[in-house]
């Protein structure tokens, strides 16, 4: 009886969804675009908890390098990107590849297509920036579909939606609860993997290295995916570059160092993958997911001073 009145309480929540969504799809897409910025304005206001969350990232990351006003001008464009993000994935199922290929452009495509041929698989370095559904959606729409980790939604029923959405152009979802297994599968295939690994891990999953000069909590996968498959890396971020348009950056090869020392070369690696992000996300300051709590978890050390 519990598990059925759960999916009742989902299948509202979902319903509840819709009737906000299904205007917006149908809406032309620039209303519905410029009705995401507003919806995302709102959840500036609303959603105070995650404000000050972004504003005490940002502090950690810049310090005095950007005034206290600069600082709140990223956060409103954050989440005016987020709301306009959330309309893009609504109208995903009526884009053809050819819609795609118009609104992003993407750069560095050869470097996929070298790491590709190497014939050892590949592992896509891909952050929460712009709108990182979108990134997703447009190398699969390109011709490079991957396996890609994802938490599946609490809510069953959006969940599945954004499966279909994810998996319109070749993308294979991998499941955080198998993701290890299914990515040294995917890899033994000689097949691509996509894995973000910008946001906070917990304490038993991740290792601490340094980001925007604080430790962070990083999962260190794809340092270890690489060095034991020998797999190319290759980072993959897409930022926001007008109302409706966007480029997919696709780095060159990232070179993975080897001391000999196993544990050494994970924290090496996944410092220096880290480092990356950071210089892109520098780049980029008002475009990277600063919302999410990246610094939670924090040595034992430090968290007792705190």
């Known amino acids: 009886m519990k598990l059925k009145n759960f999916r009742i309480i989902q299948l509202l929540e979902y319903l509840a969804i819709m009737v906000v969504a299904l205007p917006l799809y149908w809406m032309p897409r620039r209303m519905a675009l410029r009705t995401g910025e507003y919806i995302g304005t709102l959840m500036y206001y609303l959603l105070s908890r995650r404000r000050q969350i972004g504003f005490k ?4 990351a810049f310090g005095e390098e950007f005034s206290d006003q600069e600082k709140e001008r990223i956060l409103r464009s954050n989440f005016r990107n987020l ?3 959330i309309v893009e994935v609504l109208h995903f199922p009526k884009m053809s590849r050819d819609d795609v290929r118009a609104k992003v452009t993407i750069v560095g495509q050869e470097n996929c297509v070298n790491a590709i041929r190497k014939g ?11 709108n990182w559904e979108m990134s997703s959606f447009a190398q699969s729409a390109a011709g490079y579909p991957a396996n890609i980790v994802v938490r599946p939604l609490d809510n069953r029923y959006l969940n599945n939606f954004m499966v279909k959405v994810r998996t319109m152009y070749g993308h294979t979802i991998l ?3 198998n993701g290890m297994r299914d990515m040294m599968a995917a890899l033994k295939r000689k097949e691509p993997v996509g894995i973000l690994m ?5 304490r038993s999953q991740g290792i601490f290295v340094d980001f925007f000069g604080k430790s962070a909590s ?10 034991r498959y020998d797999a190319p890396v290759i980072p993959g971020f897409i930022v926001r570059t ?3 348009t966007h480029t997919l950056y696709f780095g060159e090869e990232i070179g993975i160092e080897r001391t000999g020392d196993a544990k050494k070369d994970i924290e090496i690696n996944t410092a220096r993958l880290n480092k990356i992000l950071e210089d892109f996300i520098r780049q980029y300051p008002d475009q990277w997911f600063w919302i999410h709590n990246r610094w939670k978890t924090q040595p034992y050390s430090v968290s007792s001073e705190q």
């Open 175 to 177: 499941s955080r609860r």
């Open 83 to 85: 709301g306009k993000s």
């Open 218 to 227: 990083t999962v260190p996968v794809i340092a270890i995916l690489a060095l």
């Open 198 to 202: 910008d946001q906070n891990a917990k």
């Open 57 to 60: 990232n940002l502090t950690i």
């Open 242 to 244: 007008g109302f409706d």
């Open 120 to 130: 050892r698989g590949m592992i896509y370095l891909a952050a929460h920036i712009g």
